[in-house]
């Protein structure tokens, strides 16, 4: 079965300081990854997913099949970008079924 | 569009009651999705229906069960409730499968379930 893993339950970083919030999965297919953001009193929405290959907000993700990670990355945190983050796989042999992660708490202080 | 709505926000039941939790999704999705948060954890999969047939089903016994209606709006079902049943219910919903890429899942607020 699927497994995400975000070992962090909370970072807390200045402003200007490089972000990386750490996702490893498992999975015996070929995997579908997703980063999701919370932000304060607003839904789940998606923030980016790998074969999109592209930089939303400042934050990039790669994937890594060899270490079986999907580590989210921006080179200089800004205070808006406090929310929660989960990472998820996708079974594309069981729908559009999403497996999430636990979530890590971003905080990025003045 | 208001983007994907549920009802009601939050809820309040006994233990051994019974819930329905209602979401309608974007217009011209045909795919609606349920997940139970539990607090401080990730979204875990409950169901997913696409065109009114059940298409996926996450490890959840059967108290809970779901349909969905010919216009796409969607119904979670849960019979018996527990304490554990406590949590945040939220709806997503997405366009047809595209081949072997997965179609964005659009969330809604959720359904905030006490369970007393």
């Known amino acids: 079965a699927q497994r995400v893993t975000q070992p962090e339950k909370l970072l807390s970083v200045f402003k200007g300081a490089p972000v990386e919030l750490k996702c490893n999965y498992s999975?015996?297919?070929?995997?579908?990854l997703f980063w999701y953001v919370q932000y304060s009193r607003q839904r789940l929405q998606l923030l980016l997913r790998?074969?999109s290959r592209e930089s939303i907000k400042g934050f990039t993700a790669d994937l890594n099949k060899g270490e079986t990670s999907f580590h989210l990355k921006k080179p200089f945190a800004q205070e808006e970008d406090s929310a929660m983050y989960y990472c998820?796989?996708?079974?594309?042999?069981?729908?559009?079924?999403?497996?999430f992660g636990g979530g890590t708490r971003l905080m990025v202080k003045p | 569009d208001a983007g994907v709505t549920q009802s009601p926000t939050h809820l309040i039941k006994t233990r051994g009651q019974h819930v329905t939790l209602r979401c309608s999704p974007i217009?011209?999705?045909?795919?609606v999705s349920w997940y139970q948060q539990v607090l401080g954890q990730g979204p875990q999969f409950i169901f997913q229906?696409?065109?009114?047939?059940?298409?996926g089903r996450g490890n959840f016994p059967d108290r809970f069960s779901a349909r969905q209606f010919p216009n796409y709006s969607s119904e979670l079902n849960v019979n018996a409730l527990l304490l554990g049943d406590s949590a945040l219910y939220l709806c997503?919903?997405?366009?047809?499968?595209?081949?072997?890429?997965?179609?964005?899942?659009?969330f809604g607020p959720g359904t905030r379930l006490t369970v007393l």
């Open positions: 997503a919903s997405s366009g047809p499968p595209q081949g072997l890429s997965t179609d964005t899942q659009y």
């Open positions: 999975y015996s297919g070929s995997p579908e």
């Open positions: 790998h074969i």
């Open positions: 998820a796989l996708s079974d594309n042999n069981a729908g559009n079924m999403l497996t």
């Open positions: 217009s011209g999705h045909k795919s």
């Open positions: 229906y696409y065109e009114k047939e059940e298409r």
